[in-house]
């Protein structure tokens, strides 16, 4: 299923819709636009996207950074793929600085994000989604050359 979809999914049950057509209505778009992004042939447009993360209180970069990853999948050609490993590359360290911070912000000598403060909150959260764009990225290039070390 399609991160585009389950948003989708996650509006109509938060409206208590039974159609999808009522969805398709509430952002103006034709049935067959809607119909599109269901099956995967298109992407969630970020207007929309930030409308269900207003409507269903959902993190808003988490979301974001997903549907980005979704449109990254897509791209076909070799200079895109290329693109994404170095933002791969560059993702990766970024991370380590992220661990790094983490670590060094603890009170103590165990780590316990969601036990300290605020800020360690959210540098977890942020370490988090890296990671989540880490293996995304990852499953996308594994097909085309391999396994690749992420």
């Given at each position: 299923?399609?991160?585009?979809?389950?948003?989708?999914?996650?509006?109509?049950?938060?409206?208590?819709?039974?159609?999808?057509?009522?969805?398709?209505?509430?952002?103006?778009?034709?049935?067959?636009?809607?119909?599109?992004?269901?099956?995967?042939?298109?992407?969630?447009?970020?207007?929309?996207?930030?409308?269900?993360?207003?409507?269903?209180?959902?993190?808003?970069?988490?979301?974001?950074?997903?549907?980005?990853?979704?449109?990254?999948?897509?791209?076909?050609?070799?200079?895109?793929?290329a693109a994404w490993r170095t933002?791969?590359?560059?993702?990766?360290?970024?991370?380590a600085i992220l661990m790094l911070t983490i670590v060094f912000m603890?009170?103590?000598?165990?780590?316990?994000?969601?036990?300290?403060?605020?800020?360690?909150?959210?540098?977890?959260?942020?370490?988090?989604?890296?990671?989540?764009?880490?293996?995304?990225?990852?499953?996308?290039?594994?097909?085309?050359?391999?396994?690749?070390?992420?």
């Amino acid at each position: 299923m399609s991160y585009s979809k389950e948003l989708i999914e996650i509006y109509k049950n938060a409206k208590n819709y039974k159609q999808y057509k009522q969805v398709a209505a509430d952002f103006e778009w034709k049935p067959t636009t809607l119909s599109e992004i269901r099956n995967g042939r298109s992407t969630l447009p970020e207007h929309a996207a930030l409308i269900i993360i207003e409507e269903c209180s959902l993190d808003a970069p988490s979301v974001l950074a997903q549907l980005q990853l979704e449109r990254a999948e897509r791209t076909s050609t070799h200079e895109g793929k290329a693109a994404w490993r170095t933002i791969v590359q560059r993702l990766k360290g970024i991370a380590a600085i992220l661990m790094l911070t983490i670590v060094f912000m603890q009170p103590s000598t165990e780590i316990r994000p969601f036990e300290s403060n605020t800020q360690c909150r959210i540098m977890y959260k942020m370490f988090r989604i890296l990671r989540i764009w880490f293996s995304k990225i990852k499953a996308v290039y594994q097909g085309e050359r391999g396994p690749v070390a992420v």
